[in-house]
Structure formats: C-alpha cells, structure tokens
C-alpha cells in the first residue's frame, strides 16, 4: 500500500511537471527565454572585440572571461525571474484552469511543488544554455580560459540566485491571483530595494543591514578603503555565481566593505572612504549562499500556505 503511494505521488508530480513544461511550450515563454538570452549574451560577447576592432585598438585575451562572466548584472536576473514564474501560479486563476488541474487525482501539494520544480528546472536549462554559449564564445574570441572546471558552480549559484527574486514574483501571483500584480509588485519589490541599498551605500555608508537583503547588496574592495579603492564587486545574492567561484579560487582573500564620511568643511576636507568592516572571501561567499537560500525558503512557503488556503476558501 505504502508502495502504492508513493509511486502514485511521484507519477502526479511527473504529471505536473509535463503539464507545467507543455504549457510553456505552448505559451511559447521557455523558446522566447532562450531567444532573449541568446540575444543579450551574443551582443556581450561580440560587441566589444568588434568595437575594439572599428577604433584600431588591439584585442588582448581575456582568460578569466568565462568566470568573471557569472558576475552577472542583477537586472538581468530580475528580468529573467519575472519572466519564468509571473503566471506559474496566478496564470492558472486568471484562465480557470486551476479548477480542472485540481480535479486531477494530484494533492494540492504536489501540484504547487511540482510547478516551483518546473520553473527551477526551467531556470536551470536556461543557464545551462548560457553558460555553455558564453564557455564556447570567450574560448573562440578570447583564447584559453582559466578555471573550467568551476563553471557548473557558478551555473548553480545563477539558478539559486534567479530564485530569490522568482520567489518573491511567485508570492505576489500566489497572494493576488494576478499575473500583472506579480511583475508590477516584484519590480517594486527590486527598485525599493535598490534605492534603499544606494542610499545606505552612498549616503550613509554600506551596514551590515545590506548583508542580509536580497539583491546586489554591499560592494567589497580589495584593498583598504583608505588607501583607494581597488577591486570591487557586488556581494548580494545577485552574485552569488561569482562568489561561489571565488569561494574555491581565493577563499582567505580579505574584502574590506567602504564607508563614507563627510567632514565638516576646511581644505582638503570633504567626502572620505573608511573602511567599516571587513570578512574573508569564504564568509562572504557563504553568507550569500545562506541568504539566498532563506529568502528563497521562507517565501516559497509562505506561498504555499497562501496557495493550500486559497483552495479551500474557493471550495468552501
């Protein structure tokens, strides 16, 4: 009996699996995914030897042109979160099919899961085209690339990445039932967000309040603030593929975090960096791993009670 069930709970999950990728197939959302991505990555790759070409400057081999690639710009996984998962649950109240799918001899559990599997799968298939495109271009156009070996890291930090930001669209058309709520909401959501973190930066000095938010969050520098700025990067769950690759490159690295003072007056005063914390590499790394990993966690559930609760109201 017990075997019973659980290969009748594994054939509905699979049921909603095919259900959900047929549906984008259908929607034809997965093919214009992969359109837009292959756009965006082919204008990365190849604009810039051609413009180097068209002003004489000499083109110079980049070999960590494949990892620095996963230092990817937030937007563009913002874009690409809302994209994915805007109708995976609020498209099925807005056309009525939730009513049918439900009638199906699948638990409201499994139909939930199943679509956030579906859209993390989707995700992945996605990155894994790009980063197979973006390994292949830099090796053509740049030459020889470092570090190979740490590619599928950075895929994955990609993918938990894009979660975060697909969590938080996914509990918006959760709780509103409607698509267009879902996007509008979630780039609220993404510019707040960034102001706040601009403002924080800027304005007062980057705290460790950036540490613990989604997005881009604090930017770390190579060397001692004071002394000017060297290296930077982005240390938010927006880069966590990077951070991954670095975490095994150059973990006991030390990555100092600038604050900004402004001085009252007089000469040679004015606006000076400090540097107000600082951690290793592997701090950093993980601490964007766990934070991506718990956002994406306590929305996804929250999703779901609103998702089980919804049900029952409706069939009440």
Request: aromatic fraction near 10%; hydrophobic fraction near 50%; glycine fraction near 10%.
């Amino acid at each position: 009996m017990g075997e019973q069930t659980k290969t009748s709970a594994l054939t509905g999950f699979l049921a909603v699996l095919y259900y959900e990728f047929l549906w984008n197939l259908r929607k034809k959302k997965i093919v214009g995914l992969f359109i837009l991505v292959f756009i965006i990555v082919t204008l990365e790759l190849a604009l810039p030897p051609i413009l180097d070409y068209v002003n004489g400057v000499t083109l110079t081999p980049d070999p960590n042109s494949v990892t620095d690639f996963f230092s990817v710009n937030g937007i563009f996984l913002f874009l690409i979160a809302v994209a994915t998962t805007m109708n995976t649950i609020s498209g099925e109240f807005e056309t009525g099919s939730i009513t049918p799918l439900l009638t199906k001899p699948v638990s409201k559990n499994t139909v939930f899961w199943g679509k956030i599997v579906a859209s993390f799968l989707t995700l992945l298939g996605i990155y894994a085209f790009l980063t197979i495109y973006v390994t292949v271009g830099a090796v053509v156009i740049e030459g020889t690339q470092n570090n190979l070996q740490l590619v599928p890291l950075g895929l994955i930090g990609l993918t938990l990445a894009t979660m975060v930001w697909a969590s938080v669209v996914i509990i918006l058309g959760t709780i509103s039932k409607n698509s267009l709520v879902a996007a509008l909401g979630s780039f609220g959501v993404y510019i707040g967000i960034t102001i706040v973190a601009a403002v924080l930066g800027t304005v007062y000095g980057q705290t460790s309040i950036l540490f613990y938010a989604p997005g881009g969050g604090a930017t770390a520098s190579t060397t001692l603030c004071e002394r000017g700025v060297g290296t930077t990067f982005s240390t938010g769950t927006d880069n966590l593929g990077y951070l991954l690759i670095q975490l095994v490159l150059n973990p006991n690295t030390v990555l100092n975090f600038c604050g900004v003072r402004i001085s009252p007056g007089g000469r040679g005063e004015g606006v000076q960096l400090f540097t107000s914390s600082s951690d290793a590499m592997s701090t950093v790394a993980l601490r964007a791993l766990g934070v991506s990993l718990a956002y994406t966690a306590v929305l996804l559930l929250v999703s779901w009670y609103a998702f089980r609760r919804s049900q029952i109201i409706e069939s009440s």
